[in-house]
Each structure stands twice: as structure tokens, then as C-alpha cells.
């Protein structure tokens, strides 16, 4: 596993959002629509303590989850700060497995209507997702036109 100290910069919580990726085939897993997403497609919204690594953190909660070992955090990680909505910042994280590929199961073991998506099938389906920056977050990961660290996805 690869880890990076990357920890919650204040005393409050923060939050990390996990978002399990297959860079071959370019798509990630998205949790269905809830009460809480107001009918959007969104990913797992994992606290994490003050002074913690969130990376540490995420890759401990999904091999809880899933019970898949070999993790890796990719190196761009995008940032929502806190604001009126979000009472504490938020950092997207993008996870793919150490091996080329993961198992179909993934997503039932994340939770219970999970599935995969493309880019090409959220716009081709006005799919709306939370947080509504991830497309481009992902797309700028892939096409490589994103800096490795931290990105605002303000």
C-alpha cells in the first residue's frame, strides 16, 4: 500500500471521499441516489480525526469495506474547502487497485445499488453527481492535464 502524510490541516474533522477507480478502463463507482444526495450519484463521505493522514485513513475504511488489500492513492487529490454547505473540508481521493483490475464485486461491497460509470455515460445520461466536480476532477486526472497534489475543486 502507498500512503502519503497528507493529514487534516485543523482541529475539526475532515472528511474524505474515496473514489474507487480502473484507470484501463476509465470508469469508477458511484453510490446510488440517497435521502441525503437529493437525487444525486455520489461517493463514500468518510471522517477522518484531526491530525490524521486522510490517505491512511480512506485505504483503511475501503480494505474494511471491501477486505481488498492492495490499494493505491493517486497523486492528485481535490480539495473542497468548508463552506455554508460543507461545515468541514472535504478531499477527493482517487483509489485503484494495485493489480490492473478489480473484482466486479467491489461495488456490492461498497454498498448496496453501487455501480460503475463512465465520464461518457454521466454526460450521455445528464447524470448529476456529487461532489459536481468530480467529472472534471477525473478527466483531468486521466487526460494528465492535472498537477499531482492538491487541486481546488471549487
Known amino acids: 500500500m502507498t500512503f502519503l502524510a497528507l493529514s487534516?490541516?485543523?482541529?475539526?474533522?475532515?472528511?474524505?471521499?474515496?473514489?474507487?477507480i480502473e484507470s484501463t478502463a476509465r470508469r469508477?463507482?458511484?453510490?446510488?441516489?440517497?435521502?441525503?444526495?437529493?437525487?444525486?450519484?455520489?461517493v463514500p463521505l468518510v471522517p477522518v480525526p484531526a491530525g490524521q493522514s486522510y490517505s491512511?485513513?480512506?485505504?483503511?475504511?475501503?480494505?474494511?469495506?471491501t477486505g481488498l488489500p492492495d490499494l493505491?492513492?493517486?497523486?492528485?487529490?481535490?480539495?473542497?474547502?468548508?463552506?455554508?454547505?460543507?461545515?468541514r473540508t472535504q478531499y477527493v481521493v482517487l483509489v485503484r487497485p494495485v493489480a490492473a483490475a478489480w473484482t466486479d464485486d467491489v461495488c456490492a461491497r461498497l454498498e448496496a445499488g453501487a455501480r460503475w460509470w463512465t465520464l461518457d455515460e454521466l454526460h450521455g445520461k445528464g447524470v448529476a453527481v456529487e461532489?459536481?466536480?468530480l467529472p472534471l476532477l477525473l478527466e483531468?486526472?486521466?487526460d494528465g492535464w492535472l498537477p499531482d497534489g492538491e487541486v481546488s475543486l471549487e
Open 140 to 142: 483531468g486526472y486521466w
Open 131 to 133: 461532489p459536481e466536480t
Open 56 to 65: 491512511r485513513a480512506v485505504v483503511q475504511w475501503l480494505c474494511r469495506r
Open 72 to 87: 493505491r492513492i493517486a497523486p492528485v487529490v481535490g480539495v473542497l474547502p468548508a463552506d455554508g454547505a460543507r461545515r
Open 28 to 42: 469508477f463507482v458511484l453510490l446510488a441516489p440517497g435521502q441525503q444526495t437529493a437525487g444525486c450519484w455520489t
Open 8 to 20: 487534516c490541516p485543523t482541529a475539526a474533522v475532515c472528511w474524505v471521499r474515496p473514489v474507487v
